[in-house]
């Protein structure tokens, strides 16, 4: 009875915290079959725990909250796959180069600008913990953990937490899009003289297809 597990973003280490999704809050719902052409539903009445000492309202706060985090993970989630397809596009078109060519240098330098942006957001290093390099991804899968395991209202802390760590992924967007809007024109450019495939920036629409 829960949602599918979030999308996560890709780190050196696996996120746990976020590999289940948040439990369905009681209500009905519908179970829908499909083989070949025929399809068969049925409701399902999910109710809570008699034993529970949540209110409904605690409940609904946890349940909007977990949801609020796994939406965050995926926004977190689209934002390093942007970074990642134009960081290896980068590098993979700099390793058709000469390693002498002014272009490859350019190449090489901008793929190090933006992993500089991806690593504020996903560990790099295996081992991410014990070696201290926890990054946003890591202390939003944990926050988004904490809330899922506890199931009455959020605390004052974890609410202020997840407008921090908002605040934070959407400056990091920013920041990636105005570099973006600097700089891939002018290597796109290049590339395209030399004969080369552009860089493309994948969009919310085709990532949400995937």
């Known amino acids: 009875m829960r949602l599918k597990a979030p999308r996560v973003p890709t780190a050196a280490s ?14 009905t719902y519908t179970v829908r079959m499909s ?7 049925t409701q399902l009445v999910v109710t809570g725990d008699p034993r529970s000492k949540y209110t409904p ?14 939406n965050l993970l995926a926004d977190m989630t689209f934002a390093v ?8 596009a980068l ?5 058709r180069l000469p390693a002498n060519d002014p272009l490859a240098t350019r190449l090489r330098s901008a793929s190090a600008e933006i992993d500089v ?18 990054r946003l991804r890591e202390n939003l899968a944990d926050l988004y953990s904490n809330v899922l395991n506890y ?16 605040r934070e992924l959407a400056d990091l967007v920013r920041d990636l ?34």
């Open 14 to 27: 696996a996120a746990f915290g976020a590999s289940i999704g948040p439990r369905v809050l009681p209500g």
């Open 35 to 41: 083989k070949d052409k025929n399809v068969y539903t």
């Open 57 to 70: 309202a605690d409940r609904k706060a946890q349940f909007d909250l977990s949801m609020k985090l796994y």
């Open 81 to 88: 796959d942007r970074l990642n397809g134009v960081r290896l």
């Open 91 to 95: 590098e993979a078109s700099a390793a």
């Open 117 to 134: 942006l991806r690593k504020k957001i996903v560990a790099t290093k295996e081992g991410g913990a014990i070696t201290g390099e926890e």
């Open 151 to 166: 199931e009455g209202k959020p605390t004052e802390s974890q609410l202020a937490r997840t407008d921090a760590i908002t």
């Open 177 to 210: 899009d105005a570099w973006l809007a600097k700089e891939l024109t002018g290597l796109n450019a290049a590339l395209s003289a030399k004969q080369f495939p552009l860089v493309k920036v994948i969009t919310r629409p085709e990532w949400d297809r995937e």
